[in-house]
């Protein structure tokens, strides 16, 4: 199957930003996400992973028409997180076209979510988020702390996701290079595929995660600031 290379587009009040450990006052803004899709697009992604991070900061229906055009804009895969907060947001999304949706916060908090959208639209259209700091799964903007990663991994795998998407926020955005152990860890726990975000900032990091299994890799803040390409990356997953 390879490993997947997803271009992070982040969109926070109508702008393309990324953002340093999760918060607002961090963001950089990298201009119309419309734009910075087709960029990427046109580098090779065919794969594009979108964050409505107003969604994440409690205003789900900000951004939602940009999104919308997204969809209808881009023939690739396109997998979508941030502020799905019911099972309504959800099957919202998946209806208007968007591959996957990302569940986080909800997922955590009510579980049977993800059994209910794998039966209605496949499991493969559902990814549960394992958002962790500090080997601790966090939840609500990764303000608050909700349990061991490991074990919630297992759950969300038992409640029926199809697929994972790791971010350690430890490294998130700092472009200090991924902490290899805590994923080893996941990868060997799950059977499910993995996603990994936070961190990747080089071509070593992109082989040492395909090598290591994971699924996909979601390339943000080093994308950005150019010290990898969607190219360079694509080239080492293949």
């Known amino acids: 199957m390879g490993t997947t290379v997803f271009p992070a587009v982040d969109i926070l009040d109508g702008s393309c930003v990324q953002l340093v450990q999760g ?3 961090t963001a950089t803004s990298y201009g119309d996400p419309l734009d910075c899709a087709r960029r990427w697009l046109e580098e090779g992604a065919r794969a594009l992973h979108i964050v409505n991070l107003d969604g994440a900061f409690g ?6 028409e940009v999104i919308r055009r997204l969809v209808r804009e881009q023939a690739v895969f396109l997998q979508l997180g941030g502020g799905i907060r019911s099972l309504e947001d959800a099957r919202g999304w998946l209806e208007t076209g968007v591959d996957r949706v990302i569940l986080s916060t909800l997922a955590i908090r009510d579980p049977r979510t993800l059994t209910r959208l794998a039966s209605e639209y496949g499991a493969e259209r559902v990814m549960a988020g394992v958002d962790a700091k500090g080997g601790q799964v966090v939840v609500r903007g ?4 909700a349990g061991d990663y490991l074990a919630w ?8 996701a199809g697929s994972l998407l790791y971010t350690n926020v430890d490294v998130e955005g700092l472009q200090q290079g991924i902490r290899p152990e805590p994923v080893r860890r996941l990868l060997e726990t799950t059977r499910l595929p993995v996603v990994v975000a936070g961190g990747i900032s080089s ?3 992109v082989v040492l995660l395909r090598d290591m299994g994971a699924a996909g890799v979601v390339l943000g803040s080093a994308l950005y600031s150019g010290r990898i390409s969607v190219r360079e990356a694509m080239e080492l997953c293949r």
């Open 153 to 160: 991994a297992g759950k969300l795998e038992a409640a029926g």
């Open 203 to 205: 071509a070593a990091d």
């Open 23 to 25: 918060r607002r006052e």
């Open 142 to 145: 990764w303000q608050e702390p």
């Open 59 to 64: 205003n789900a229906a900000r951004n939602v």
